[in-house]
């Protein structure tokens, strides 16, 4: 029997594994004992990550049908890539590069993300590449940007193990991130002084261990947290020096909690006064840090649900230092990594800000073209938005499987129906969204693929290939890749500025 070093596939977590391979098949998985991430430790999902590899269900060569009344036929890849070239050289000469999209994925390799990325914004010249990870990261992204600068989470798992307070906001850890939580137990078995503050409306699992359960009323987070600031400059909590010497704003954001007191946010939250000073005092004491996913994320408010938590960070000074910072929590094994490379609407490559001039003139420069274009792309909502309206005509999927993930499906639905052409690339035939493919190009999926994967920590792990790609599936990237040089073709461009590795 064959092993092999990889890394789960399912939440940010980013545990290591090993995989057990025979006669080319994938047959069992362990945790791998020397990972960071999990030190050996699998959660049931991690530990039947070897189910997934079986052949039922799996895409195995390039399908394409040339009419929405026709079935799909199976074809070579040169006739399914031939043939998207042309769809879409044709639709960006007639409606311009913001006609056609991608819809991309946290469950893809950074490599790939990168490939996607490029392929968009340097050869087609549309910033219309946005990712399942909007649905879930794009408030923590914004929030991290809007108060540190940079989309770059200031803490790490071990932090854990230092800190004197934690504060998890919004996230049932104990069921979506079960390996972190089994440390949080060891740091609680370790130093029994450890407080654990939960906020969330119900009384998950995660709820019923903590030392205080704010059960607040749902969307009243940004009160609570400016209440408990305003509990902790009362109590003479924050960290002036820090504050005067690596912050800007205090004074504003001072005058914006000044009428959050306990009894005002009691009010608003539904929860009692002597809690709030209680949570407000045990994080100010420290060393907190913060654990916070979809309860802050997924709202209308995220953004700013995520910056007020943030800003208990900088005004306490509970930030930089062993067991404190705010660290959210991805729901996707790469949805970090993805971020990393650019790899939404939004974002350009290596944490470079798209608004910013000299950021894509620099990124232009490294792709070896004349400029990125500088109007943001829409969004995964507005991409769908967009083809049931008709000013996108064409969508490239991969990797996900947005006819059952996306809000409001039906839209969706109407969406893939109504747009001009569908290419889904997935390793699986029998998804929602592949009903929807005009063109359907197999790919290769965990335990075939060579790559990397940047977790919650943003710690980078080297993903290994454990079997060969079955039948005549292909990487992500090469997929992607082949697409380019044959798009440029027809474009006119030059392809060596969409080539993974010059």
Same mark, same amino acid.
């Given at each position: 029997m064959q092993e092999t070093k990889s890394t789960c596939c399912y939440c940010g977590v980013g545990c290591g594994v090993i995989i057990q391979s025979e006669a080319g098949k994938i047959v069992g998985v362990r945790g791998d004992p020397q990972h960071p991430a999990n030190f050996g430790r699998l959660c049931t999902k991690g530990s039947t990550l070897h189910l997934s590899a079986k052949a039922e269900s799996r895409a195995l060569q390039p399908e394409l049908r040339r009419a929405r009344d026709l079935p799909r036929q199976t074809v070579?890849?040169?006739?399914s890539?031939?043939?998207v070239a042309d769809r879409f050289a044709e639709i960006i000469r007639e409606h311009g590069p913001d006609a056609v999209a991608f819809y991309i994925s946290g469950q893809l390799l950074t490599e790939d993300y990168y490939v996607f990325n490029k392929l968009a914004k340097g050869l087609i010249g549309t910033n219309n590449v946005d990712t399942n990870s909007r649905l879930c990261m794009s408030s923590a992204v914004s929030g991290y940007k809007a108060t540190l600068g940079a989309d770059a989470p200031p803490a790490c798992y071990e932090d854990i193990d230092h800190a004197g307070c934690l504060f998890i906001a919004g996230s049932n850890?104990?069921?979506?991130?079960? &390996?972190?939580?089994?440390?949080?137990?060891? %740091?609680k078995a370790k130093n029994p002084d450890l407080?654990?503050?939960?906020?969330d409306p119900r009384r998950t699992d995660t709820a019923q261990a903590a030392d205080l359960h704010l059960a607040i009323l749902p969307g009243t987070d940004v009160a609570l947290f400016n209440g408990l600031l305003h509990v902790m400059l009362w109590e003479g909590l924050l960290d002036m020096a820090y504050i005067?010497?690596?912050t800007e704003g205090f004074d504003a954001l001072k005058n914006t909690v000044r009428e959050y007191t306990p009894k005002m946010v009691a009010d608003i939250c539904g929860i009692r006064e002597a809690d709030? &000073?209680?949570?407000?005092?045990?994080?100010? %004491?420290?060393?907190?840090?913060?654990?916070y996913c979809q309860g802050l994320n997924q709202s209308t408010s995220?953004?700013?649900?995520n910056a007020a938590l943030i800003n208990l960070h900088l005004a306490t000074g509970q930030i930089g230092k062993p067991g404190a910072g705010p660290l959210s929590l991805p729901g996707q094994p790469n949805a970090m990594g993805g971020r990393e490379v650019g790899g939404m609407a939004n974002l350009l490559s290596a944490h470079r800000d798209l608004a910013n001039p000299q950021h894509r003139a620099e990124v232009a420069r490294l792709w070896g073209i004349d400029r990125v274009p500088e109007t943001p792309g829409k969004t995964a909502v507005e991409m769908f938005d967009a083809l049931r309206d008709g000013s996108i005509k064409a969508v490239w999927i991969a990797c996900t499987n947005p006819a059952q993930s996306m809000p409001d499906l039906n839209s969706v639905h109407d969406a893939l129906a109504k747009a001009a052409l569908v290419i889904v690339q997935e390793a699986f035939h029998n998804t929602d969204t592949t009903a929807f493919?005009?063109?359907?190009?197999?790919?290769?999926?965990?335990?075939?693929?060579?790559?990397?994967v940047t977790n919650s920590e943003r710690r980078i792990t080297h993903v290994n290939p454990a079997v060969e790609a079955p039948g005549n599936a292909r990487h992500d990237w090469q997929i992607a890749t082949d697409f380019a040089q044959r798009l440029g073709q027809r474009l006119d461009k030059r392809t060596e500025s969409v080539k993974l590795f010059p």
């Open positions: 070579s890849w040169d006739e890539l031939d043939y850890t104990a069921y979506a991130h079960p &390996i972190l939580y089994r440390r949080i137990e060891d %740091a407080k654990i503050i939960v906020v005067n010497s690596h709030i &000073i209680t949570a407000a005092k045990w994080f100010g %004491a420290g060393p907190t840090l913060s654990l995220g953004t700013d649900k493919a005009d063109v359907l190009l197999p790919a290769t999926t965990w335990g075939e693929k060579e790559g990397t």
